[in-house]
């Protein structure tokens, strides 16, 4: 009896533990970096790129999911240990991979292994969730110093499947941020060109489109201005969806 307890309660444990199941289809939001390796910060420290985007996925997501669309948000590293993030996380069910790399380690996709790159871990999890399209969020920095001419804002994407997608996702985004994103355009990832770009051709080989916003800069400070104020970050985090949304909508 003691024993069948023990096993009943091993299943409940391992059963609460898996990821949550997802329909095929979501959207996959990707926090780009990691507790770990949190990415670019600014020379004044108050921002970074894990922070602000563990902070803000779950908006995201939220404004996704308003509209109708499934929307899963993964990490591929290990969940933050600190409040508030933690929490902020949570809320957002974020599936964390428990893959920690320090974006310079280059994994072959599970799927397509002649495809090398960082974020694979990621690009493979959207694969097997068969992904109606993956945004990957970052911000962008051009140093360690502040500049003071804006540099170019970017929505990268795969080279084949992802250009509708970014151009919508820039298009939304210049409507609704005209001064903070009149500059910003669409820069595709080209197979054999760029090596680093090996997650997002894995995911063009599965038929995936996928984005990755680098628009804003954490270096420049009317960038840092505008997203260490907490309603404007929810802004963009709510346009970043509508753009997403409207490509989806231009889907059916
Ligand atoms: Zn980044």
């Given at each position: 009896m003691?024993?069948?307890?023990?096993?009943?309660l091993?299943?409940l444990?391992?059963?609460?533990s898996?990821p949550p199941a997802?329909?095929g289809?979501a959207?996959?939001?990707?926090?780009?970096?990691q507790?770990?390796?949190r990415?670019?910060a600014?020379?004044d420290?108050t921002?970074?790129?894990?922070?602000?985007w563990?902070?803000?996925a779950?908006e995201?997501?939220?404004a996704i999911e308003?509209?109708?669309y499934?929307c899963?948000?993964?990490?591929?590293?290990?969940a933050p240990?600190?409040?508030?993030?933690k929490?902020?996380c949570r809320?957002a069910?974020?599936v964390?991979?428990?893959?920690?790399d320090?974006?310079a380690k280059?994994y072959p996709?599970t799927?397509?292994?002649?495809?090398?790159?960082c974020?694979?871990?990621?690009?493979?999890?959207?694969?097997d969730?068969q992904a109606?399209?993956?945004?990957?969020?970052?911000?962008?920095?051009?140093g360690?110093?502040w500049?003071?001419?804006?540099?170019?804002?970017?929505?990268l994407?795969n080279?084949k499947q992802?250009?509708?997608?970014a151009g919508?996702?820039?298009?939304?985004l210049?409507?609704?941020?005209?001064?903070?994103?009149?500059?910003v355009?669409?820069?595709?990832?080209y197979?054999?060109?760029?090596?680093?770009?090996g997650w997002?051709?894995?995911l063009d080989?599965?038929?995936i489109p996928?984005?990755?916003?680098e628009a804003?800069?954490?270096?420049?400070?009317?960038?840092v201005d505008?997203?260490?104020?907490e309603?404007q970050?929810?802004?963009?985090?709510?346009?970043?969806?509508?753009?997403?949304?409207?490509w989806?909508?231009?889907?059916?």
């Amino acid at each position: 009896m003691r024993y069948l307890f023990f096993f009943l309660l091993s299943l409940l444990t391992t059963a609460c533990s898996l990821p949550p199941a997802v329909g095929g289809g979501a959207v996959v939001i990707d926090i780009g970096h990691q507790t770990t390796a949190r990415g670019a910060a600014s020379p004044d420290g108050t921002i970074n790129e894990y922070e602000f985007w563990c902070t803000y996925a779950g908006e995201v997501k939220a404004a996704i999911e308003a509209e109708g669309y499934s929307c899963v948000v993964l990490n591929r590293g290990l969940a933050p240990d600190k409040e508030p993030l933690k929490a902020a996380c949570r809320a957002a069910g974020v599936v964390q991979l428990n893959k920690p790399d320090r974006g310079a380690k280059r994994y072959p996709s599970t799927h397509y292994p002649e495809h090398i790159g960082c974020g694979m871990v990621s690009a493979d999890r959207a694969i097997d969730l068969q992904a109606r399209c993956v945004v990957f969020l970052h911000l962008n920095s051009t140093g360690r110093k502040w500049v003071s001419k804006a540099p170019a804002g970017l929505i990268l994407c795969n080279c084949k499947q992802g250009r509708e997608l970014a151009g919508t996702v820039c298009n939304v985004l210049r409507r609704k941020h005209p001064n903070l994103m009149h500059g910003v355009k669409v820069l595709p990832r080209y197979i054999g060109t760029q090596p680093s770009a090996g997650w997002l051709n894995a995911l063009d080989a599965a038929g995936i489109p996928a984005i990755v916003f680098e628009a804003l800069y954490v270096n420049y400070r009317p960038h840092v201005d505008y997203l260490s104020r907490e309603a404007q970050a929810r802004q963009l985090a709510r346009s970043l969806a509508a753009g997403v949304v409207e490509w989806l909508q231009m889907q059916k």
